[in-house]
């Protein structure tokens, strides 16, 4: 027996205790649901094959393409399910998928080909993006409503940025600069897409771009610190990356911070460095 | 048994010195010979791959060849520098890139990567069932407190990439310490480390979240598997004034203080 707790419009969630088979599809659950029970149940759907990305839901927290999830891979006998973005669901299971849609307008549009150049493009991974929604809705730094322009859309970023026809301006990348640098890594992204994309992958590929810019950011900055930490010590050396980005005067609150630590005896003053740092310096500087 | 490599990441050797020391302490009260080389580096700290990623996988190829050298088993108590560590094994299993790897390698006077050593997180290498038969004679002392088990999220995702699912280790050893353990509603949750200077806002609103359920949940005390996890956390606490404020342990910690 599988108790579904099914998220409903006026605040409350339907129970049903059905004896479904584990093969059985999210998706055709609510269809018979629809059908059968509450013909007034709402939710959205459309290819039934993993490709469209319309049938996005979150189950016990977790999102899931409804077409694709099988009832019998949830570990629990009880699932609640309830719309992706479940901050501010709209009807039962429909989402308001405005801010997601919105969010690919972060980066300003890029600029047509300019027709001199030949495209020898690398196959990329972004176009098999199907918008569906997911890694936006279980991203932490878009929940924080901080302006991050969230997953799907550095994808896509990644794919222009990559695309030798269009031509990177630098108010576009610095557009992305000062966005992409919101991301904290925590691969919800690449673990939920229904797709297998790696949209951290592409967050370290336009990282990458960015230390071209000739002006920093902090995120350049923080990034450069870190590699010259490694360079220096063979390690990442906390009060060296403070003063590398915050100045000397400016990483004093940062530095005193860890006074607690250090009466606590967790903290080596002395700086510690790898054996062999010749090797690391070596394989830091080296470019093929 | 067999040597074990040991490799404690950057953190726990400069300011999460307890950590360092207790993972030390336990390896030897099992009797679990252990190597550390001292020419280990950072992994990379998940940031050097957003300058460079071939130097990247060079550096981090670099500790697998020095952890080669020394056994066949790596263990590792941060979880950052365990998905960094398994992210250049996987990635050099492609021949193309360990070729090109190895030149780099070689021309720094190193040896190949051979692909041959096993990298695992020290908690689920606890929690596997040799060793926690040897935890289950060690363990004597019941610490009867509140404790909430947090994962952090390097240790498990992406899980298509790491070897092992560390689901219900955390707690299945800290109810071997007998401390009541009150469950998170997301032990996977982010702490926020990552982002603590590019995306304080969004760093900020995920460690107080957990420091507010552990609150919520009465619990004296967080027990982590990571010390970027562990430090990000409590220094937020300290921030945060006096009010509440739980322990940060790491789990090792409990371990050991509940042997003899």
Known sequence: MTILRIYRSEGNYDIHHLDIKPETKLLTLFEQIRTKIDSS???SSECRR????SCAVKVNGIPVLACKAEIGSFRSGVLRIEPLNSAAPKIDLLSDFEPFFRSFSRFPEFPPP???????????????CTQCGICFYSCPSVASDDGFAGPAAIVKAERFLSDPADRLTRPQLEAA????YQCVKCFRCEEYCPRGLKPEHSVEAVRRRCLTLPEDSLGTIHTKALFDSIFHYGKINEVFTARYIFGFCGSLPLILSGIPFLLKRRVRIRPVFSKNIREIRQLLEADE | ????VFFPGCMPVSIARHQYRAERKLLKKL???FTECPEFSCCGGGHLQDADEMKFFALNARNLVYAERNGRLLITGCSTCYQN??????????????GQINRRLNAAGLDDYRGVIEIRHILNFLASSEIFSLLENLVVRRKKQNMMPFYGCHIKRPSALLPENPDGSLEKLLTLCGVFVRPMRDPYVCCGFHGQITSPKTSASLTDAILSEAAEQQ??????VCPLCAFNIESRSLQNGRANRPQIIPVEEVLLKSMK
């Open chain 1, 41 to 43: 149940f709402a939710f």
């Open chain 1, 50 to 53: 993993g490709i469209c990305g």
């Open chain 1, 114 to 128: 300019d027709g001199g150049l030949t495209r020898h493009c690398e196959p990329s991974d972004a176009l098999r």
């Open chain 1, 177 to 180: 600069a000062e966005n992409v």
């Open chain 2, 1 to 4: 048994m067999e040597t074990v």
């Open chain 2, 31 to 33: 009797d679990i010979p």
């Open chain 2, 85 to 98: 560590l398994v992210r250049t094994a996987e990635a050099l299993k492609d021949e193309t890139l360990r």
């Open chain 2, 219 to 224: 619990c004296g005390a967080v027990v982590t």
